[in-house]
C-alpha cells in the first residue's frame, strides 16, 4: 500500500493499512492444520484478530516518507508485530507479570497451558526473523543491516533488557531518569526499530534523517509508556482488554507514581510537540507520522 499522505482520511489509512497486515500475518504464520497442530493454533490465537497494531502502522506511516517498496513494508510491519505479540505472551506468564486477560480474552497460558504459551513466544520470534529475512526486494546488505536492527531492538540491549529491569525494579523506588531508561528498552526501542525499518524499505538514511526519525521516535517510546501508566491508573479491565491497576497492584514504579496524574498527563502532552518538532524537516510528507503521534498521546485504550 504506497497511498500518499493526502490520498486519504487517516481513519481510512489506518483501518486499510491494520486489514493488509491482518491478510499478511495470517499468510506468514503456519496454517492451523500443519503439525504440530496445537503450537501453530496458538500461534494464530496470539497474532491475529487483535491489537491496535501500532508498530506495523508506524512503519507504513514512515515508509510513507520515502517511497518504501510495498513488499517489503508487510514483512517488516509482520515481524515487528510478531515480536511485539511474543513479547506480551511470555510477560502475560506466572513467572513475569501473571495476567489472566490479553486483548480482551484469555491469555496464551490459560487459554492453553504455561509450555505452550512459552513456545509460542519463542516460535513468533523466530518466525519474525524468517518472514524479514526472505525479503527479496531489498538489496542484501541493507536486509542484513535490517535485520541486524530487529535483533538489537527485541534483546538485551532492546527490548528483553527492559523487561529485565522491570521485573527487577518492583518495590524500588526508581527516579525519573532511571524510569525512562527503563521504558525506552522495554517500549521505546521497538518502536524506534519500527520507524526505521519503515524508512528503510524506501532507501538508504542520511544522518540528517536518522537524527529526526531518532527523535521522533524516541518521544513516541515515551509517550506511549506514559499514556500507558495513566490509562492503567485510570480505566478499567474492559475499556483496555487487559487487567487495569496491575502495575500499582504489583508495586510496580510507572510514571503515575512518580509524577501523578496531571503532570503525567502534561507530559505526554509535551512528548507529542517533541515528536511533531522533530518531524519539521520532512514538511507535509510526515502527515502519517503526526497523526500517529496524536493518536497515541490521545488514546484511550
Not at 132 to 146: F, K, N, Q, V
Not at 157 to 172: E, F, K, R, T
Not at 226 to 242: E, F, H, M, N, R
Request: hydrophobic letters at 50%; aromatic letters at 4%.
Amino acid at each position: 500500500m504506497t497511498e500518499t499522505p493526502t490520498a486519504m482520511p487517516f481513519a481510512a489509512w489506518m483501518g486499510s493499512v491494520q486489514a493488509e497486515v491482518e491478510d499478511a500475518l495470517s499468510s506468514f504464520l503456519p496454517a492451523a492444520h500443519q503439525v504440530p497442530f496445537k503450537l501453530h493454533e496458538a500461534m494464530r490465537y496470539t497474532v491475529l484478530g487483535g491489537g491496535k497494531r501500532v508498530r506495523p502502522l508506524l512503519v507504513y506511516a514512515s515508509g510513507a516518507l520515502f517511497g518504501a517498496d510495498s513488499a517489503a513494508l508487510s514483512r517488516a510491519a509482520c515481524a515487528l508485530e510478531m515480536i511485539h505479540a511474543y513479547s506480551l505472551v511470555h510477560d502475560d506468564m506466572p513467572c513475569m507479570d501473571d495476567d489472566a486477560l490479553r486483548r480482551g480474552k484469555p491469555t496464551v497460558h490459560v487459554a492453553y497451558d504455561e509450555a505452550t504459551a512459552l513456545l509460542v513466544g519463542d516460535a513468533l520470534q523466530a518466525q519474525a526473523f524468517q518472514v524479514l529475512a526472505e525479503s527479496d526486494t531489498l538489496p542484501p546488505a541493507r536486509l542484513a543491516g535490517m535485520l541486524r536492527l530487529l535483533a538489537q531492538a527485541a534483546g538485551s540491549s532492546g527490548m528483553c533488557g527492559g523487561q529485565a529491569i522491570d521485573l527487577d525494579s518492583v518495590g524500588i523506588a526508581l527516579n525519573l531518569e532511571q524510569l525512562e531508561r527503563m521504558h525506552q528498552l522495554k517500549t521505546g526501542a521497538l518502536l524506534r526499530a519500527s520507524v526505521l525499518l519503515g524508512a528503510l524499505c524506501g532507501k538508504e538514511l542520511t544522518a540528517e534523517e536518522l537524527e529526526s526519525l531518532a527523535a521522533y521516535s524516541k518521544a513516541m517510546g515515551l509517550a506511549f509508556q506514559v499514556v500507558d501508566d495513566i490509562l492503567d491508573a485510570t480505566a478499567d479491565s474492559a475499556t483496555l482488554g487487559k487487567t487495569a491497576g496491575k502495575d500499582a497492584a504489583d508495586n510496580k514504579p510507572t510514571y503515575v507514581s512518580i509524577l501523578g496524574l496531571e503532570a503525567s498527563q502534561a507530559l505526554a502532552q509535551q512528548l507529542r510537540r517533541a515528536a511533531h518538532d522533530a518531524l519539521a524537516p520532512f514538511g507535509e510528507q510526515a502527515l502519517r507520522l503526526r497523526e500517529l503521534a496524536d493518536l497515541i498521546v490521545q488514546r484511550k485504550a
